[in-house]
């Protein structure tokens, strides 16, 4: 997804999160004596690192840039004088990265596969260093480093049973709006479609749409259909759609929630706005549409356009029924940011010890702080922070309880690209529900019937 845009969260995270309301150069450390990641010293780190050397990571410049990296990049320099960080800021990662993974190339040693246009890391898990002797460290808080992080939020970085990739930031996703704006003109949220429908047409009374859409962004309206469909269908609904099941988005809870945006379309609630950063200042700033599906990220991404009487909040996604199979207040959330060290690079140690040190509390408090998103580190969330935008992230997780779900098919097979076209088509109109769920359901099969994909297992 762009700009940022996973394995289920369970309950520990809800109460930690509320409870606190180009080739790089120089000396490198010893590579992996295996093609999968450097053993810790008898020290347990910093796994041979070599002093001096110098480090290479590619970060995606997006919602979060690049600044919480070079933090903790100053923080390894000076804990390790003589270890220089070169963060280089990029928003193309499969422009930039895929090339230098190919034989012959040299990879940067820590990678940010974030974006529109990220690395199919399923189809390139050979590539990348195992990190569970990184998680089996020491962290620099005391302890062992997996010990520190929020339960079960390593799976999303598992691809055939090897742990490669290590997802940052934790994203609570659901309909981002304007609390005061509510407030004011007596609404709430909807719970279910058809008074969504309804507060489209209050809206449109007001010369305001109900949701606003970019062109790269089209797909935040799939994460919204699928949340929707999973809470009123159940898990048997987010299982099929993350194994890639033959008629999945055949399902009547898929069909039905995409049968109601289909009227949403049709009725004119829903407005193209360009570029999706256009888009959401348009919804933001101009407070031309109510409501955007959205994840964590949003309050930083726009942190310049959001007006100071808005109350920035995010609301759980609507049902078809009013008692649908999941509570109204199950949420989906889930670890993004994926950070991935290429087995082949020149200071894969220099790597490691990069991520140890955005692994401390300090670094993750300081993260959730500037951007208003939680971390995977527990008890990091700042307890004097009081933004709407994070605390009604809190207060989600905390009615969620043990409703929290997630998948990652999308991202984990690569199918954000074709899937985006997909819903610019439907959302401008031009192809119905039917269609969409085909095309959909076409992309999932054609993953599924591939010998060369190597898939995950789904519980």
């Given at each position: ?59 995606f410049d997006g919602a979060f840039g690049v600044g919480y990296v070079e933090a903790a990049a100053a923080t390894m320099s000076a804990n390790h004088p003589g270890v220089t960080v070169r963060v280089r800021p990029v928003q193309d990662i499969i422009a930039v990265v895929e090339p230098r993974l190919a034989e012959g190339g ?99 009374e007001q010369g305001r749409f109900l949701f606003a859409w970019g062109d790269e962004a089209a797909d935040y309206y799939q994460e919204l259909a699928i949340a929707s469909a999973v809470k009123e269908g159940g898990h048997e609904v987010r299982i099929a759609l993350d194994s890639l099941a033959e008629g999945a988005w055949s ?209």
């Open positions: 997804m762009p700009r940022p845009s996973r394995r289920q969260l369970l309950t520990a995270f809800a109460v930690a999160a509320v409870g606190p309301l180009a080739a790089c150069t120089g000396t490198p450390s010893p590579g992996p004596s295996s093609p999968t990641s450097p053993s810790p010293s008898p020290s347990g780190l910093p796994f041979g690192l070599v002093t001096p050397s110098r480090v290479e990571a590619v970060v040299t990879p940067p040693d820590l990678v940010d596969n974030s974006g529109a246009r990220l690395l199919p890391v399923a189809k390139l898990a050979d590539q990348f260093a195992e990190l569970d002797d990184l998680m089996d460290s020491a962290s620099l808080d005391g302890g062992v480093l997996r010990d520190t992080l929020q339960h079960d939020v390593l799976a999303t970085g598992t691809f055939n049973d090897r742990l490669i990739a290590l997802n940052y930031a934790l994203s609570v996703f659901g309909l981002w709006h304007s609390a005061a704006d509510f407030a004011a003109a007596g609404w709430e949220v909807p719970r279910t479609w058809d008074r969504m429908f309804e507060l489209g047409a209050a809206a449109k399902h009547p809870a898929v069909t039905g929630v995409l049968e109601q945006l289909e009227a949403i379309v049709a009725a004119g609630f829903v407005v193209h706005r360009g570029d999706y950063l256009a888009a959401q200042a348009s919804w933001l700033k101009d407070r031309a549409a109510l409501l955007y599906p959205a994840g964590s990220w949003l309050p930083t991404e726009m942190s310049e356009q959001i007006p100071a009487d808005y109350e920035l909040s995010v609301a759980p996604v609507p049902t078809l029924t009013a008692a649908p199979v999941l509570p109204h207040a199950a949420v989906h959330a889930t670890p993004t940011e994926q950070f991935l060290v290429p087995r082949r690079a020149s200071n894969v140690a220099g790597a490691f010890e990069l991520l140890r040190t955005m692994l401390t509390r300090e670094a993750a408090t300081e993260f959730s702080r500037e951007h208003l998103v939680p971390t995977i580190v527990r008890e990091s969330v700042p307890a004097d922070v009081t933004d709407t935008a994070l605390t009604s992230q809190a207060r989600l997780l905390a009615d969620a309880g043990a409703n929290v779900f997630s998948w990652r098919f999308v991202a984990h097979y690569g199918l954000s690209g074709e899937s985006n076209v997909a819903w610019a088509d439907f959302l401008s109109g031009q192809i119905t529900a039917s269609v969409l769920a085909a095309r959909l359901q076409t992309l999932a099969n054609r993953v599924r019937n591939d010998p060369a994909v190597e898939r995950y297992a789904v519980e």
